[in-house]
């Protein structure tokens, strides 16, 4: 189970928050004027990244707020929080094989 | 050509305390270079270099694992075989799976303890009846085998559940697959891989794949931890860390993971001879060889490749088995453990080409990744052999989501998550 700080009202259980998937993917100004390729990679392409992902949860069941995690998806630590709209914080790259 | 298994060879060898088998594949030190290349030795993989040489005459061919043979999702899943798939695209290629099971152990004189002992899909609410029986319909159409059964016929089918009313997991009814069923997890990846050593397939274990040599948008030579290794095609065969690999050839790819769980319990008599699954209560059980129960969950939701989960799940999962079978309330859960699911949007598989040339993909399959085994090396092996795919899996390309070609099997196929 995770323990997910959240921002505004510290660690909680992961069951009171639901998951936003990947963060930081920006809607494009003019969908219209997209290729079909450039469109998909907007709609479902992901990073789907073995190390430091930066993802979206809200706090469904405390606050109900959004924020952003940086989370190593392999050991599952939440190595920082931040809100919606800043920039993620500067972390050490992790790569697995 | 290696010895073959049999009542005569077991006996021979039983008289020398059976410890002059012989080994079951060799353990070679890569070539420099091979036809085909498959990244991934768990049952995709192994099926798919076995089919390679088999069905196309294609020999000069590497399987490199990371880890041991089998050890990822091969080894993880709960082992369920079925085809009963709403969509034609689906259906077709999990039935041509399927027939290729049950021929399967005769084929690779392996056993692989396949047993088609029935798939139930319960029916919980007015809405799942009716998709039930759209699914049963659709599948009919599509020569696969699938029944109805009312409420009385499902305790006749499978007597310990409960069925009394007033609880919190009604069963309105079920949908029946016969020739669904289980089969051994291990013997699946081992069995292709001795079939595939026999005809010349070299299978390197402990060999993690570090890069790819692409030159010109054509792929040409695998970085490996045992040195470079050319290739005329490399074919990806990693469901669980696809995405990964896609990252280095310089791909994306359409797929999250998730971690996905399975628990067994002790061993007890026999008690359930079908697998039961519920599609709303994220629940799946079936009794193994052994006397455990094979019990699987849902996914958890957030994108993981720590191959454990969450306690809620398994909890939500423990609480709907108890709800509809109370007989197993007391009984101990001795391991629980986690996968790796590549998931794609539309819950469908990718084997398919990439934008890299001579590099293809086989991936995505979700949590249907153990009862397709065979027929994805099938159609696989086709699409790397021909450069092109098979009709069964021409719908499964990497670019349907651009082209809007999804095959929606998310609560439409009898999965559970």
Same mark, same amino acid.
């Given at each position: 189970m995770l323990l997910i700080p959240c921002p505004y009202c510290g660690p909680r259980e992961e069951t009171e928050f639901s998951y936003g998937g990947e963060a930081h993917i920006e809607r494009p100004k003019q969908p219209e004027a997209l290729s079909d390729e450039? *469109?998909?990679?907007?709609?479902?392409?992901?990073?789907?990244?073995?190390?430091?992902?930066?993802?979206? *949860?809200?706090?469904?069941h405390g606050c109900r707020r959004w924020f952003n995690a940086a989370r190593d998806t392999l050991t599952n630590e939440v190595l920082a929080v931040y809100e919606m709209g800043d920039k993620p914080p500067k972390l050490e790259k992790r790569t697995y094989v | 050509m290696k010895s073959r298994y049999s009542i005569f060879s077991l006996l021979r060898n039983a008289l020398s305390y059976h410890e002059n088998w012989p080994e079951a594949w060799r353990s070679p030190e890569p070539k420099p270079s091979y036809d085909v290349v498959i990244i991934g030795g768990g049952g995709h993989g192994l099926a798919t270099a076995y089919y390679l040489a088999k069905e196309h005459g294609i020999t000069n061919v590497a399987v490199i694992e990371r880890g041991w043979l089998g050890g990822g999702n091969t080894g993880r899943n709960t082992t369920i075989v079925r085809s009963n798939y709403l969509w034609d695209e689906s259906a077709h290629l999990?039935?041509?799976?399927?027939?290729?099971?049950?021929?399967?152990?005769?084929?690779?004189?392996?056993?692989?303890?396949?047993?088609?002992?029935?798939?139930?899909?319960?029916?919980?609410?007015?809405?799942d009846l009716r998709e039930l029986g759209r699914r049963i319909a659709a599948n009919r159409l599509n020569g696969v085998d699938s029944e109805f059964l009312t409420p009385r016929q499902v305790k006749?089918?499978?007597?310990?559940?409960?069925?009394?009313?007033?609880?919190?997991y009604p069963v309105l009814g079920a949908s029946l697959q016969r020739r669904g069923g289980t089969a051994r997890h291990?013997?699946?990846?081992?069995?292709?891989?001795?079939?595939?050593?026999?005809?010349?397939?070299?299978?390197?274990?402990?060999?993690?794949?570090?890069?790819?040599?692409?030159?010109?948008?054509?792929?040409?030579a695998v970085e490996t931890a045992k040195g470079t290794i050319e290739a005329g095609k490399v074919a990806l065969a990693v469901a669980g860390h696809s995405s990964v690999l896609a990252e280095l050839a310089g791909f994306r790819l359409p797929i999250v993971c998730h971690p996905l769980q399975a628990l067994v319990s002790e061993p007890v008599k026999p008690v359930i001879?079908?697998?039961?699954?519920?599609?709303?209560?994220?629940?799946?059980?079936?009794?193994?060889d052994k006397g455990d129960l094979v019990i699987g969950a849902g996914v958890d939701r957030y994108i993981g490749y720590s191959q454990s989960g969450g306690l809620p799940v398994t909890e939500e999962t423990l609480a709907a088995i108890c709800e509809l079978f109370?007989?197993?309330?007391?009984?101990?859960?001795?391991?629980?453990?986690?996968?790796?699911?590549?998931?794609?949007?539309d819950a469908s598989p990718i084997v398919s080409k990439t934008p890299v040339e001579g590099m293809y993909i086989n991936g995505g399959w979700g949590t249907g990744g153990f009862k397709s085994t065979p027929g994805s090396g099938w159609v696989y092996a086709h699409t790397i052999a021909h450069d092109?795919?098979?009709?069964?899996?021409?719908?499964?390309?990497?670019?349907?989501?651009?082209?809007?070609?999804?095959?929606?099997e998310h609560g439409a196929a009898a999965v559970a998550h």
């Open positions: 450039a *469109w998909a990679d907007y709609l479902f392409m992901t990073s789907n990244t073995k190390g430091v992902f930066l993802e979206r *949860w809200v706090h469904s | 999990y039935e041509h799976s399927l027939k290729l099971w049950e021929g399967l152990t005769r084929e690779l004189n392996y056993n692989v303890m396949f047993s088609q002992r029935g798939v139930m899909n319960l029916a919980h609410s007015q809405h006749q089918f499978c007597p310990i559940i409960d069925l009394r009313e007033g609880g919190r291990d013997a699946i990846a081992w069995g292709y891989a001795r079939a595939a050593d026999a005809l010349g397939v070299d299978i390197i274990q402990e060999c993690p794949v570090e890069g790819f040599r692409i030159e010109k948008g054509r792929v040409r001879d079908c697998v039961v699954m519920s599609n709303a209560v994220h629940a799946y059980i079936s009794q193994s109370p007989l197993f309330r007391r009984m101990r859960m001795m391991r629980c453990w986690g996968g790796t699911v590549d998931t794609c949007p092109e795919p098979h009709p069964l899996n021409a719908a499964f390309k990497l670019d349907r989501f651009t082209t809007g070609y999804l095959i929606d």
